[in-house]
């Protein structure tokens, strides 16, 4: 477990379950005829496993996915009617575990299958499952070459599996070509096992098009407001808020350098502001800046400031000074995750993606969540 604040004197972690409920309603809306699941991985994109499922299970979502057996234990403890699919597939020598909690494992090869058949055959009952096809990713999933195999097996064992599932590779591109070949690819095997509902589409691809949609689809980033199509405005809440103190202000002189490997130069006299984050807190190395590459960003007031030079394990350093008479001082805090710069307006600068920002939010922060609004219970 992370360490937490104790004291209250670190950031400030603000997690929105509204927000992610209303992200939630919204996929629901866009996927009107088809279920809408939630990936809740890693530790729900760094939202609190916990917190947001039950969140979601208030909302109406019923199916859930996670990455492994350990979260799909964590969520079966708080969650006793949840479906809970298990992403990384069947564990080897964790069948009795995924019956004893009732997971469904995702299963991803010739080998998963047959273990699970095996389980099923040894206790005489068909325990539910879900089984991907690889149509593009070169992931996890069975080989399409595979469908032959699969369906021998099937047949052989009178076994169906819950739901047959890939996973697209490029739908944040909505006119990349692979988006239709996978799509095609999974229609083709859909042909040869009828009568099993089937899934594609993550955020990205449930946005993007409806033919990708089937009976259920997988949203995961979009429920955290994220960004999941590229080139387009995002439509989703924002869900965290990160706030951190600001340590210690003061003046710096043209010529002096800023931070490990002295890699920023001031080229005015400039005021400086330490903040309480760093790496060791999920707060990238990669928004480090120099002089002449922009890094992260943080926010005073509504005034955005430029990180100067390295990001360190427990401090970063922001240029205050065109906020003026406006800077921050010691005690205030400064926003670096929020409505003014999103997780994926603070990730695009250090080269990575929203989900990253969000997945490493395991820092020394106060935790705090905003509940959803009650359920409208009225007639
Ligand atoms: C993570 C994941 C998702 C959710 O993807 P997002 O891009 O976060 O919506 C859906 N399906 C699979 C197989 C995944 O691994």
């Given at each position: ?58 909302a109406g979502a019923r199916f859930f996915f ?200 001031l080229d005015r006299d400039s005021r400086i ?81 929203g989900y990253e920002m969000l997945t490493n ?19």
């Open positions: 477990m992370a360490v937490s604040s104790p004291t209250g004197l670190g950031g400030r972690l603000t997690i929105d379950l509204g927000a992610i409920v209303k992200n939630w309603r919204a996929l629901d809306t866009i996927s009107a005829r088809a279920l809408t699941g939630a990936v809740v991985k890693s530790d729900a994109y760094g939202t609190g496993l916990i917190p947001t499922s039950m969140a979601l299970f208030g996670v990455a492994t057996p350990d979260e799909a234990v964590a969520l079966r403890q708080q969650l006793p009617e949840a479906h809970i699919f298990v992403l990384n597939g069947l564990y080897p020598g964790a069948a009795r575990i995924y019956e004893k909690e009732r997971l469904m494992p995702v299963l991803a090869s010739i080998e998963m299958l047959d273990e699970w058949l095996a389980h099923c055959v040894s206790a005489n009952e068909a325990f539910p499952a879900a089984l991907q096809f690889d149509t593009g990713m070169n992931r996890l999933g069975v080989r399409l070459q595979e469908s032959d195999q699969v369906r021998d097996r099937l047949d052989e064992f009178g076994y169906m599996p819950q739901m047959i599932m890939s996973h697209l590779a490029c739908a944040d591109q909505p006119s990349h070509e692979k988006n239709r070949t996978q799509l095609a690819l999974f229609q083709s095997i859909l042909a040869q096992f009828p009568g099993i509902p089937a899934s594609l589409a993550n955020s990205a691809g449930t946005m993007i098009s409806r033919e990708n949609h089937f009976q259920m689809v997988r949203p995961g980033i979009a429920l955290f407001g994220g960004r999941a199509v590229n080139g387009r405005k995002n439509p989703m809440a924002p869900v965290v808020k990160l706030e951190v103190p600001v340590l210690q202000v003061h003046d710096g002189k043209t010529g002096e350098t800023v931070g490990y490997g002295a890699g920023y130069t502001a330490i903040l309480a984050i760093g790496y060791g807190d999920g707060f990238l190395r990669s928004l480090s800046s120099t002089n002449t590459r922009q890094g992260g960003r943080a926010v005073f007031n509504n005034r955005i400031a430029p990180l100067i030079g390295r990001v360190s394990m427990d401090t970063v350093a922001v240029d205050v000074t065109d906020l003026g008479d406006a800077a921050p001082k010691p005690g205030d805090m400064m926003e670096v995750l929020g409505k003014t710069i999103t997780v994926d307006g603070q990730a695009d600068p250090g080269g990575t993606i939010l395991k820092g020394r922060y106060k935790r705090a969540y905003i509940s959803p609004p009650a359920p409208n219970t009225g007639g």
